[in-house]
């Protein structure tokens, strides 16, 4: 039988799956009712071979313990053996010359949508034979366990039912994600979910039961968190007074919602690193580990197959028919934005709550003026410069999404929801919409008009909350640890900023099935499509921006991604390595986000931040009301906020200075062959045969050509780590006037300007130490370093002091002679040399 194979954790993932399509595709299809009754009970079979039942680890947090097939690090046998299956045998030889590639494994096809199927005949599979059971048969309820949402959400679950009990609006303290998805969109509605209003009174009398959550967990007879349990009677969800009190509380879902939740939670709570898999890994799981098991890859395809189901794009079909002009998008079913909220419940917020702009705004001038009224009107805030005090969390930052795998998969949400054929239709539509206003009318704040929104639902849902995720990331999350999600969440946030990237292509069949490549590869869900796939390519630092004037109406609507995470990026890129090792890897996320900024994106910009005279302040006005509590528009009355880019001149100016500092150090730290190379570049340079300014200068000075730009700084601007002989900076209202050198020729500071320096008349900085006397000074006496012979330094050194003390030099080092790398040239050009004489 079907189901003894499934209840065994050693039966053959592909002979268990090609048995459950021969069901769902021809017993099902036959209809019945014992076939519908059969296919409930295999329901919770699958779900608890596919993911691993659910137990309570030491620190109570619910875990899939090991065994499921998502958690198999070795890849299974895609060919079925020749033995018959158990269970209806027709078309089970249809499934003998499968390949071993993921698209033709039987795992695949069975929990996929039909659109992903790469065959001429479309036949359902669990997914739709799930969604068709579900709709058939209402009444059937799945239990799923309440403490496996994180605490957040729970809290917010709470306050669902409260809200709903009480029949009142939902306040602004409840995050709209959870609000739209426990009030509106499940099937089983709060007034409806008696077990839940049962543990909240419970929780409201017994001031004990609140820490439930820590305590041990009471299972049911029937397994309850172990696997879903089923039930067909409205009878065993009485809210009598006689009833069994309840100290596990569960949610009651459809098959449907049941599976959504428990396969997006999966990367969240995968087998833990204690306990060993059947086939023998005791090493690492996929949570924080750069390595994925063949489970994981599993998983993302799913995944990547469930984007083309629930989020569908539009056909060829659909875009003909629109013809030339924009149609608007199609609605999005209940499914579909479920999917899509469970999604961002797990994996963008799940315990993080971030603080709304409003109070943060307030506790930040409570903190900076110490006032006891800090919502003067005549209060200024300069959002751009204050942003990274402004972005406060009131929870523990532990994000879902630093698991590797969720990474992933959120890079794909994001990569698809860019991809949708119609959003550059939307975007020319409303361009052309704005151009055809007549700008006298504009003028008035009376008749300004109403563009149309030009992005997609799916991406509307998205904006608020991967706007709160760049932002906390930018914040907290660290940027030298490897695989940080401060790096995960830049490269999201510079998809997002650059849609105009997508591009058409035929289908490469080499790379159409690579996942882990700087594309993110298109599976077209229309047969008339089969040779195209949509492409967005991660743009390298040094590509030409494709941006075209008919983007203006998107770069308005996501108006706050181009300017609040900005800030905060330039705030936190100072902690980047730019030392001699990284300063290429750490120079090149720079260069990578300044890019994006060209002249005509900056120039939509700054006349949307200045929405009073511009024709896109409608679209402004909607992302802001989209962004809801975390928009950096104040609500009037509060406080005056100044949104300008200018704002952005301290934080860019002390990050260039971090740059040329650490560069002038690492040009300091040379060694002689380094040195050798940049002064034959310089000799041919002088004659015009070699550009003299090649190589990591000439890309710094690009770069601080593009950081005047976006900042607004002067065109004259000479940034101070640019001017070794500027030694002493005199700081006047903003305005840096260099005075007289007052250090010694060998770095050390004079008697004026140290007493000019104690006065406090004057400041030093890092930067103002790199002068000629100071380079070869450190080089004559620093330490030895590690690509030197440490028992040679001192011989060099002496022999060097001895030579200029006989000579009267003072600039004989011949300590390049205990660097190993010029004795190993030295040695080989000499024994060159001999060889060549001899």
């Not at 078309?91 to 039909?114: E, R, T, W």
């Not at 003067?376 to 532990?398: P, W």
Request: net charge positive; charged share 20%.
């Amino acid at each position: 039988m079907l189901e003894e194979g499934l209840r065994s954790s050693t039966f053959s993932p592909a002979e268990a799956a090609q048995g459950l399509l021969s069901f769902v595709r021809f017993e099902l299809q036959d209809g019945g009712a014992n076939a519908e009754k059969r296919f409930i009970g295999l329901f919770s079979l699958v779900c608890d071979r596919l993911f691993g039942t659910l137990t309570k680890d030491k620190e109570g947090f619910l875990r899939h313990e090991n065994g499921g097939w998502l958690a198999r690090q070795n890849r299974w046998e895609s060919r079925v053996s020749n033995s018959p299956l158990p269970s209806s045998s027709r078309g089970a030889s249809s499934s003998s010359n499968l390949s071993s590639s993921l698209d033709k494994d039987p795992v695949i096809q069975l929990l996929c949508g039909m659109e992903a199927l790469k065959t001429k005949e479309k036949l359902p599979t669990f997914l739709e034979a799930m969604s068709g059971n579900t709709e058939a048969r209402r009444g059937v309820r799945v239990q799923y366990p309440f403490h496996a949402l994180p605490k957040s959400t729970q809290e917010a679950l709470m306050s669902v039912i409260d809200l709903t009990l009480q029949s009142s609006s939902s306040p602004p303290l409840i995050r709209e994600n959870a609000v739209r998805l426990f009030r509106t969109l499940l099937r089983v509605g709060p007034k409806d979910q008696v077990d839940l209003q049962r543990f909240r009174r419970r929780r409201q009398h017994d001031s004990s039961y609140v820490e439930y959550s820590n305590g041990p967990l009471s299972l049911s007879p029937r397994g309850g968190l172990m696997s879903p349990m089923l039930s067909l009677q409205k009878s065993q969800y009485d809210s009598s007074s006689n009833a069994k009190k309840v100290d596990t509380p569960q949610i009651m879902l459809n098959m449907v919602e049941y599976f959504l939740f428990t396969f997006l939670r999966y990367p969240l709570a995968t087998p833990s690193l204690d306990n060993p898999t059947p086939q023998g890994r005791t090493s690492s799981s996929s949570s924080h580990h750069s390595g994925l098991r063949f489970g994981d890859t599993v998983y993302i395809h799913l995944f990547r197959c469930y984007l083309l189901h629930y989020l569908p794009h539009s056909t060829q079909e659909d875009q003909r028919n629109a013809g030339t002009s924009f149609v608007g998008f199609p609605a999005i079913s209940n499914e579909n934005e479920l999917f899509l909220r469970i999604a961002i419940e797990f994996w963008l917020l799940g315990n993080l709550e971030l603080m709304s702009t409003s109070k943060s705004a307030i506790l930040f001038h409570e903190r900076r003026q110490k006032t006891k009224n800090p919502t003067e009107s005549t209060m200024t805030l300069k959002y751009l410069s204050d942003a990274y005090d402004l972005v406060k969390l009131t929870t523990k930052y532990e994000p879902p999404s630093s698991f590797v795998v969720v990474q992933k998969c959120l890079k794909y949400l994001v990569g698809h929801s860019l991809k949708d054929p119609l959003v550059p239709l939307a975007v020319r539509d409303c361009y052309e919409v704005s151009k055809s206003v007549n700008r006298a009318s504009i003028d008035s704040k009376d008749s300004m008009p109403t563009l149309p929104w030009c992005i997609s639902p799916v991406m509307t849902i998205l904006q608020p909350s991967l706007y709160c995720h760049i932002l906390m990331a930018f914040r907290y999350a660290p940027i030298h640890v490897s695989g940080s999600l401060f790096h995960a969440a830049l490269d999201l946030w510079l998809l997002w900023l650059e849609p105009w990237n997508v591009e058409k292509r035929k289908k490469n069949a080499s790379n159409a099935g690579n996942v882990f490549t700087n594309t993110i590869p298109h599976i077209s869900s229309h047969q008339s499509s089969k040779d195209i796939q949509m492409v967005l390519r991660t743009a390298k630092a040094n590509a030409r921006s494709k941006y075209d004037s008919k983007w203006e109406p998107y770069v308005a609507a996501n108006l706050y991604f181009y300017t609040v995470p900005l800030a905060l990026f330039l705030r936190r890129a100072r902690e980047l390595d730019f030392s001699s090792r990284y300063f290429t890897r750490s120079f090149k996320i720079v260069l990578r986000v300044f890019r994006v900024y060209t002249p005509e994106v900056l120039s939509v910009i700054c006349s949307s931040l200045d929405s009073g005279n511009s024709c896109m302040a409608s679209l402004v006005k909607s992302h802001s009301d989209y962004l809801g509590p975390f928009s950096p528009v104040l609500p009037v009355g509060t406080m005056t906020t100044i949104h300008s880019m200018s704002d952005l001149q301290g934080d860019t100016k002390n990050l260039l200075e971090e740059i040329y500092m650490q560069y002038n150090k690492t040009v300091r730290d040379r060694g002689f062959l380094d040195r050798l190379e940049a002064n034959i570049e310089a000799f041919f340079g002088s004659f015009g045969l070699a550009e003299p300014t090649a190589g990591e200068e000439s890309q710094i000075r690009l770069l601080v050509a593009k950081a005047t730009k976006i900042a607004g700084l002067p065109s004259d601007y000479q940034c101070v780590g640019a001017a070794p002989c500027r030694s002493i900076v005199d700081d006047n209202d903003g305005q840096r006037n260099f005075g007289p050198l007052l250090r010694t020729k060998s770095g050390t500071l004079t008697d004026e300007g140290r007493s000019r320096l104690i006065a406090g008349e004057i400041k030093s900085r890092p930067v103002d130490v790199v002068t000629r006397g100071v380079l070869q000074m450190d080089n004559f006496q620093k330490p030895a370093t590690s690509y030197e012979l440490s028992w040679l330094v001192p011989l060099t050194i002496e022999l060097s002091n001895h030579l200029n003390l006989k000579f009267g030099f003072s600039v004989i080092n011949l300590r390049f002679f205990a660097d190993y790398r010029n004795l190993i040239f030295l040695c080989f050009a000499s024994w060159i040399v001999i060889k060549a004489l001899l």
